[in-house]
Nanobody, 126 residues
């Protein structure tokens, strides 16, 4: 059974950093495009970043470029989202998603992904 599990969320002060992990079980994560999404309180889910199979193509939401970095560790079957200089507006649950067909030529929307994790909460507050 294909499963995604996010971890690494928590409470951090503004300006701090977190590294989120998305670990796959039941399949090889590198065979799938992986997207990270988040949902601010009272808002819809928004795309954060996307990494293609093999990691050859990466996209970020424009407002996050320079602060967030997505990467793969195939030995651990994991995709990471390194988040630096965190701001209160980065608060919310963060989800990873996988899809075999996506290429990440653009920042893929949530509608493009078939498999989803349960999310990990990020709270940025002093």
């Amino acid at each position: 059974q294909l499963q995604l599990v996010e971890s690494g969320g928590g409470l951090v002060q503004p300006g701090g950093s977190l590294r989120l992990s998305c670990t796959g079980s039941g399949f090889t994560l590198d065979d799938y495009a992986i997207g990270w999404f988040r949902q601010a309180p009272g808002k819809g889910r928004e795309a954060v970043s996307c990494i293609s199979k093999g990691g050859f193509k990466i996209n970020y939401a424009d407002v996050l470029k320079g602060r967030f970095t997505i990467s793969r560790d195939n030995a651990k079957n994991t995709v990471y989202l390194q988040m630096n200089d965190l701001k209160p507006e980065d608060t919310g649950p963060y989800y990873c998603a996988a899809d075999w067909a996506r290429q990440c030529n653009v920042l893929q929307s949530e509608l493009d992904f078939l498999y989803w994790g349960q999310g990990t909460q990020v709270t940025v507050s002093s």
